[in-house]
């Protein structure tokens, strides 16, 4: 059973940092495109960066540009997400996904990702 699990959300203060992974499991991703995307309170789901089986053309959205990092660790199938400089609207669930496709490349889309974490809780403080 494939199975992707976000950590490492929480409560920050605004321009603070933190550093969400998402582990998975159950079969390995390292030829896999993975991605991030958020879903704030009443709105609906963002895309906010993905990274494909190579990690080195990582893509993000404009809004968190120069200030958010996704990155890979294929050995231990995980995926990560350096986000500095938060912002309270920043506040929203954190989802890691996956492409079951092999040498996918990153997408904006939700359909470009097969595989979903639960969700990881971020909330900034003003």
């Known amino acids: 059973q494939v199975r992707l699990v976000e950590s490492g959300g929480g409560l920050v203060q605004s321009v603070g940092l933190l550093r969400p992974s998402c582990a998975a499991s159950?079969?390995?991703?390292?030829?896999?495109?993975m991605g991030w995307f958020r879903q704030a309170p009443g709105k609906e789901l963002a895309f906010v960066a993905a990274i494909d089986y190579s990690g080195g053309n990582p893509d993000s959205a404009d809004t968190v540009k120069g200030r958010f990092t996704i990155s890979r660790h294929n050995p231990k199938n995980t995926v990560y997400l350096q986000m500095n400089s938060l912002k309270p609207e920043e506040t929203a669930v954190y989802y890691c996904a996956a492409a079951s496709t092999v040498l996918s490349t990153t997408s904006r889309l939700t359909l470009g990702y097969d595989y979903w974490g639960q969700g990881t809780q971020v909330t900034v403080s003003s």
């Open positions: 159950g079969r390995t991703f390292s030829m896999n495109a």
